[in-house]
């Protein structure tokens, strides 16, 4: 058991009959009352985020945790292969356990974590970056650059990113893939 001192982010937690992973949280202490504690869980079974408080000193039931590296092999429909970089096993997982599919490129390695009880994967944790190159955008147009306009543009994955209007066809870019935001145009 752990309490709410234990809380940090990505910590995975059984609560109300599911595991529930840990993506956000605050302490919190008013001038008038006990502290608490905010949260945002993700349910690693279905994808659903939910708003939780607890209460200062609750007591939380945490899941042990396994995280191992996986190569991202090939999409099929819903259906998305790993290989594990040690023992070349394969593993398949559903569109729901990751949390940004349209940013996963093949051959690009990611941390998968599974509970040590029964061996289930529970979540995908992506880099916190990838770098994709833009498959199609509009052009700019000049004199458009005064402020932070941005435009569309597919990357290679098939994802749709806004980037500045600078950015055109083959060039490639960093994205963050937590928000699925552009960062950076990367040169080589």
Do not use: W
Request: glycine share 6%; hydrophobic share 35%; proline share 4%.
């Amino acid at each position: 058991m752990a309490s709410t001192s234990d809380i940090r982010k990505g910590l995975c937690i059984r609560y109300n009959n599911d595991i529930y992973k840990i993506i956000e949280f605050l302490h919190v202490k008013p001038g008038k009352g006990p502290a608490f504690v905010r949260t945002k869980l993700k349910s690693v079974s279905t994808g659903k985020v939910l708003d939780n408080t607890f209460s200062a000193g609750h007591k939380i039931e945490d899941v042990r945790v396994e995280t191992r590296s996986y190569q991202f092999l090939y999409a099929e429909g819903e259906t998305y292969h790993f290989m594990n970089t040690d023992d070349y096993n394969q593993i398949t997982l559903q569109e729901s356990a990751l949390d940004a599919p349209g940013l996963l490129k093949e051959g690009e390695i990611v941390k998968i974590m599974f509970n040590t009880e029964d061996s289930m994967p529970l979540s995908v944790d992506m880099p916190a970056s990838v770098v994709l190159e833009i498959t199609y955008t509009e052009p700019g147009v000049k004199g458009n650059t005064a402020t932070n306009a941005t435009k569309p543009a597919k990357v290679e994955t098939g994802a749709e990113v806004n980037v500045p209007l600078f950015i055109n066809e083959g060039d490639k870019i960093k994205i963050d893939t937590s928000s699925a935001s552009y960062m950076e145009r990367v040169k080589e």
